[in-house]
């Protein structure tokens, strides 16, 4: 054994990713659903205050995959929290929200048939859903709020204008990282946000990587306007530059789940570099080039930048990279 994450002492019967593994720790004749670094679920019961309290259980054995079982949110939030740590530490050298090795806790169970779940500059919490039934901890949901706190604690981009777009697509970049990094046969890895939820009614995701304006209100192209939308439609370039980077642009199938994607404007096409060269940069330029009130045109540069560090000015990546950002109209 050489890491916490490699100790998987409980069974989860999770709501969205099968039966998982779980790193659990024991007090006296119980086991706690927390980590040995230090995440941790608690069960808010309908409260919107407080700190919850902390799910145990004798067997070890947690939720039974829907929401009968108080346990089963609990689950998904727990798996999706330790993903999410293990990801960050193993993939892109980062230990935790705070990188200081300590985890955080997820709060589930929030408010009545709440739908949406947040970080709060301290915690992870999740409602349960239309009619108390779908609750929003989904392992893409779960990286994506978790990852609020490390955007927070590395550029600290602000919440509105371009800077905001930027703070809500890179929660979806590294939640569907994680997504792809869990390798769950039960929530395969793909470019949309959401699509275990049903948040819609009717099966469809709440946001698309590929061509983010499917959801009907996320822009695929940056504009001088852009800045003025809620940071969850802004985000829509730069998680459009994520796909193009990755993958390429046009049509395409993976993990059996169709995409095409655009470029804007006229731009050429876009050759991708993969997926996991393109996370490295996009945390790169997140941890290292950007401000709290970095625009657009600063995402561009240090991404460039970044990939230039990490694998050379004339690699693939630091050409996709490029070409990516002129493909959603980001102007050299
Ligand atoms: N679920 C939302 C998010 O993390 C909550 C919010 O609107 N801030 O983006
Ligand atoms: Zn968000
Ligand atoms: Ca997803």
Redesign the pocket.
Known sequence: ITSWDEVKNGTGNSMYSGTVTLNTIQSGSSWLLKDSVGNYTTDLNGATSGTGTQFTDADNVWGNGSASSRQTAGVDAQYGAEKTFAYYKNVLGRNGIWNNGTGARSRVHYGNAYV????DGAQMTYGDGSGNTHPLTSIDVAA??MS?GVTENTANLNYSGDAGGLN?AT?DIFGTAVEWYANSSADPGDYLIGEKININGNGTPLRYMDQPSKDGASKDCWSSSLGGLDP?YSSGPLNHWFYLASEGSGAKTINGVSYNSPTCGGAPAVTGAGRSNIEKVWYRTLSTKLTSSSNYAAARNGAIASAKELYGATSQTCKSVEAAFTAIAVPA
């Open positions: 949406n779940a947040f970080w994506h709020e609020h809500e929660s969850h």
